[in-house]
């Protein structure tokens, strides 16, 4: 339940003003570290939305396009009503389906700060999206989790190995978050960048298939063509980027992984 209380402080003349709608409930909430934002954005998650990209992530994609949100020293910290503020102001052109989306980053990295958050969020009737790589578990990513409306959940490799090579750590526990959210039935979309010698496998897709094809709570997959936009900013970071030889995905092969999609699933898109 939201509380507004009126709170007073003390001006630069000493005199009070006073604070309007300042919400009790988030007055201690730890400050979150944001890297930038997105209005209206059109890819992550239904309808028009606000996108939240975090800072720090445990995963180090290889492809990763964002990889100044990785280290989690960076970021602006924030406090938690000032992105209310900004979700509430843009409410009217979220219309029925939008809302705000947390992507980043690996926004479950900062859990306990986002769960006041999206308390108030949810208060404010605003739909909410989290874009995740699974691959963090606590107790506040399951608070966290419960609070969400829809998971992007991404898969970046169904075997093992692969997984590893691509984003040097492994999959367990991205496909554990998996069995949670549909066992705690939990709306999710499974994100695959498809990678071409790396994640474009067909024995690889085809035994993801297997393996979700009875989950009920996956609506839909989509299919990200592995792009190279974020290239430049691994020269201003001084990082090499490994990926340099790696050319786009061609119609065909974009088609061949939405076709074995298909195969276990009835809402396949190429995002
Ligand atoms: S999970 Fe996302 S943000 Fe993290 S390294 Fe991979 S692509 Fe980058």
Known sequence: MKRNITKYRKNDKNSFIQMNNFQFSTLNSPLLKIHSYESMGTFDGPGLRLVVFMQGCNFRCLYCANPDTIDSKGGKETEVEEIVRMAVSQKAFFGKKGGITFSGGEPTFQAKALIPLFKRLKEEGIHICLDSNGGIW????????????????????????????????????????????????????????????????EEDIIALGEYFKNYRMIQRIEILPYHTLGVHKYESLGKPYLLQNIKENTIEQLDRARELFSRYFPVVYVN
């Open 138 to 201: 606590n107790k506040e990513v399951e608070e966290l989790l419960s609070l969400t409306d829809l998971v992007l959940l991404d898969i970046k490799e169904f075997n093992p190995a692969r997984h590893l090579t691509l984003t040097e750590r492994d999959n367990k526990q991205t496909l554990a978050t998996a069995a949670w959210l549909e066992s705690h039935q939990k709306p999710m979309w499974l994100r695959y960048v498809l990678v071409p010698g790396y994640s474009d496998f």
